[in-house]
């Protein structure tokens, strides 16, 4: 009888492994396809299988997969998005070719055009900032002077915060301008650019599963121009008033955008007109989301998406009340990691949940000014969040790195 399997497209530094040993645990083996298995380290140490494939191609991906049916029965297939979004829309295409549960491909693909969901969203009477859509650099200057400074520049499609910067001036707008239009691996045609009003206020986001708000969490960036995340909290402290009016504005946003189907994240500034949205992402959260829900609410986001995906009754009923915090490892500079230590200190102190280090010694750091600039995280969970905050810095504080610069 052929082993039941579950197929991975692409990988993730940061839920990959979670998403491997959630599907092992549901008796499943899991099936890696990837244009480069190598870059995803925790694949050879739980002996997954993973097939090299070029994943931007759906005839390549379904032509693999049919030929894994004579070995297995392929009960799912699943995947994750990098810095481009578009894996996501192709596996709902792949499952739908099989005949298997997943997202509705063209809702995905309409949500990770920036430019489209806004329109969509601001159709629905949703709460968006202002928007422009921009080709050159006089469009940027166009759209800026109607918005007025300061505004966000980012791409109209990828994810990660790659490509986006606060221009609080005309010096600033200039050299981002340059930069995005010099960046030609961002544009599978003509560029497109996206000029929005900076809606200032506190960051939260909502993860979603089908229509039911599980939770919202609130986090902060390290220091602009770029929005890279110092910490995350879960859940957020807000009150039942706050927590509805998000969980209200998510679900028009699901109804907008004709989502529904397994996990959403949905990303918020509260401003003085109340929540408005940053940005709708079609699946889960790729940051510590998942691992702060799991250890604040007992509602594990990676099983029970796993569950939908294989056609299984999920429960996202919560077991506990707890307070989760992440905090990230950001460098301040570019070089050489010549080392890093007190990590396994760090491990040991009570209520901390995970220290994960990502790189190694000798490893050269380029600050992206994106997710990719975190070097390592800690995560710790206690009954209170200032207890959380509390144990969370002890930790921090006995971790300690040097960098070289180059030149």
Not at 113 to 121: A, E, S, V, W
Not at 137 to 166: F, H, M, N, W, Y
Not at 363 to 389: C, N
Request: aromatic fraction near 6%.
């Amino acid at each position: 009888m052929a082993r039941s399997a579950l197929i991975l497209v692409e990988g993730h530094r940061g839920n990959g492994l979670r998403y491997v040993q959630a599907i092992q645990r549901l008796g499943l083996q899991p099936i890696t396809l990837a244009a480069d298995p190598t870059r995803y380290d925790y694949l050879a140490p739980e002996s997954v299988e993973a097939i090299r494939v070029d994943t931007d191609n759906l005839d390549a991906l379904i032509h693999e997969c049919s030929r894994l049916n004579p070995t297995y029965d392929i009960v799912g297939i699943t995947g994750f998005t990098d810095l481009d979004e578009s894996v996501y829309a192709t596996v709902g295409k792949l499952c739908r070719h099989f005949g298997l549960p997943g997202p509705n491909p063209a809702s995905i693909e309409r949500c990770c055009d920036k430019f489209t969901q806004r329109q969509l969203l601001a159709e629905a009477g949703v709460p968006i900032p202002a928007y422009r859509l921009a080709a050159n650099a006089a469009d940027v200057q166009k759209s800026t002077a109607e918005i007025g400074l300061p505004v966000i520049l980012k791409p109209a499609a990828g994810s990660g915060s790659s490509g986006v910067r606060l221009c609080r001036n005309a010096d600033e707008l200039a050299e981002h301008t340059t930069y995005l239009l010099g960046e030609k691996h961002l544009w599978q045609s003509s560029p497109r650019i996206l000029v929005e009003e900076f809606a200032q206020g506190p960051f939260y986001s909502a993860d979603i599963m089908g229509n039911e708000v599980v939770g919202i969490e609130a986090a902060d960036f390290d220091c602009p121009p770029h929005f890279v995340f110092r910490e995350c909290i879960f859940p957020a402290p807000l009150s039942d008033d706050e927590y509805k009016h998000i969980a209200d504005v998510s679900l028009r946003c699901l109804q907008a955008l004709d989502l529904g189907w397994g996990p959403t994240n949905i990303e918020f500034r509260w401003t003085k007109r109340g929540p408005v949205v940053i940005e709708v992402n079609p699946r889960l959260p790729g940051g510590a989301n998942p691992k702060l829900a799991l250890l604040a609410s007992g509602v594990d986001l990676i099983k029970e998406h796993l569950k939908l995906v294989i056609g299984q009754e999920w429960d996202l009923r919560k077991r506990h009340s707890h307070v989760a915090a992440a905090r990230f490892l950001n460098p301040d500079r570019d070089g050489i990691l010549d080392w890093i230590d007190g990590d396994s200190r760090a491990a040991t102190i009570p209520g901390v949940a995970e220290v994960q280090i990502y790189v190694e010694p000798k490893t050269l750091i380029v600050r992206q000014g994106d997710h990719r600039d975190a070097i390592g995280h800690v995560i710790a969970v206690s009954d209170s969040q200032p207890q959380t905050e509390a144990i969370l810095q002890s930790a921090v504080d006995l971790i300690a790195w040097s960098i070289t610069p180059i030149g």
